[in-house]
């Protein structure tokens, strides 16, 4: 640590975003406040958008004068924006030095906001973008649930000044940059504001976990929180998967969907059902004989399948199946009554798909691809 960063660690305030609702609790208890107080402050941060303690109306001064001395509501920033055809923003918000991307989609009723759990990713995936940027570190609560809240202040704003009319954020997934399971703690400490009466209020039917199948992870997360679960499986069989995602050599695919199997017994959000995503690559997994595969593999797991045509990454071999073996792909799933879909493609103008975001990452981890 040099002088500078020193200094500005010995001045650091304690983030308020880094607290959940009995975090929260006891840091009021710890200042000698009543609960009803911490409940006012959390309203003030996530249904008002406020990060300014002097703006909290109906606290005392004391405690005004004490939460500026010694706290902050600080969220990440967001550098720069960009504007889909198709209505999609992608941001990109600075931590540190760096930037993590959060992508804005609207559809219909619906407005999914897409949020990164890391900076880059350690799993070096070899048809995904955010692998190519190797991996930084964990993002804390505050950088987590702050993506959320400067996104829903943001859209707020531009409703109040009638600028341009964004829909609130209904939905939310982690399938931005990162492996959320990698991040478990700080990842469910977020979840349970999104989901807080005093947080964001989301339905939890509407807050999905993608992973790459970090056994260990599934187990714990069933333990901790109920959500959906997205399963980014990639492949019917250990060759081709232990080929395209080098997590498969540690937790092979048995192993996921054995995790799965218990994940769906004891998960009551989305009926139990656990998202299947298949990424469909040229000649590598988009075989007929593939589709044949993966639906028995599937068997007995309630689940449904998210076919994701594969969206272009720079420097990346891999090409997009074609219609005609993506569609042909989905027939057979669907003789064998697998609930499946071909995931849209959304902002990929402005590399905000699926895959596409990297950010701006300083490596710690020179990834080579199937390297684990
Ligand atoms: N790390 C988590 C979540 C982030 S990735 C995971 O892997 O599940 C979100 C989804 O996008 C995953 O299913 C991932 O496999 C998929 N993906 C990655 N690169 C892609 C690409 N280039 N095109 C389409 N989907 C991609
Ligand atoms: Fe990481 Fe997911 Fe990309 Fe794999 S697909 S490298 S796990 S972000």
Redesign the pocket.
């Known amino acids: 640590m040099d002088l500078e960063e020193y200094i500005l660690y010995m001045q650091k305030k304690i983030n308020l975003l880094n607290m959940n609702k009995e975090e929260l609790l006891i840091f009021f208890d710890k200042l000698g406040e009543k609960p009803f107080r911490s409940h006012q402050v959390m309203r003030w941060i996530y249904h008002h958008y406020c990060d300014n303690f002097n703006y909290m109306t109906n606290l005392s001064k004391s405690l005004k004068i004490k939460l500026n001395q010694i706290a902050e509501i600080r969220a990440p920033i967001i550098v720069k924006e960009q504007l889909s055809l198709d209505g999609t923003i992608k941001w990109a918000m600075q931590i540190d030095k760096q930037q993590i991307e959060t992508v804005y989609i609207p559809e219909n009723k619906r407005t999914t906001l897409c949020i990164s759990s890391q900076i880059g990713?350690p799993?070096g995936?070899s048809?995904?973008?955010?692998a190519q940027q190797g991996f930084n570190r964990n993002l804390n609560v505050s950088e987590i649930i702050g993506q959320v809240w400067r996104a829903a202040q943001l859209i707020n704003i531009n409703k109040k000044i009638n600028m341009i009319n964004r829909f609130p954020i209904t939905n939310i997934v982690?399938?931005?940059?990162?492996?959320?399971l990698l991040n478990i703690v700080n990842v469910v400490s977020a979840i349970k504001i999104i989901l807080d009466e005093l947080g964001f209020k989301l339905s939890k039917r509407h807050v999905t976990l993608?992973?790459?199948g970090i056994v260990p992870g599934i187990a714990k997360l069933k333990d901790m929180i109920d959500i959906p679960l997205?399963?980014?499986l990639?492949a019917p069989n250990d060759l081709i998967r232990n080929k395209i995602m080098p997590i498969n050599k540690k937790y092979n695919i048995n192993s996921v969907l054995e995790a799965i199997r218990k994940y769906s017994t004891h998960s009551k959000s989305n009926y139990g059902k656990i998202t299947i995503?298949y990424?469909l690559l040229k000649n590598i997994n988009d075989d007929v004989l593939h589709a044949h595969q993966l639906a028995k593999q599937l068997q007995g797991i309630p689940c449904k399948i998210n076919l994701?045509?594969?969206?272009?990454?720079p420097n990346?071999q891999y090409t997009c199946s074609s219609q005609n073996r993506i569609h042909a792909f989905l027939k057979v799933l669907l003789t064998y009554n697998i609930t499946t879909i071909i995931r849209k493609i959304r902002g990929a103008d402005i590399n905000a798909?699926?895959?596409?975001l990297t950010g701006e990452v300083m490596n710690r981890i020179q990834l080579r691809h199937n390297s684990l």
């Open positions: 990713c799993l995936c048809f995904c973008g955010t982690f399938m931005g940059m990162g492996e959320p993608s992973t790459s997205a399963i980014s990639h995503e990424v994701i045509p594969w969206n272009p990454i990346i798909a699926c895959g596409q």
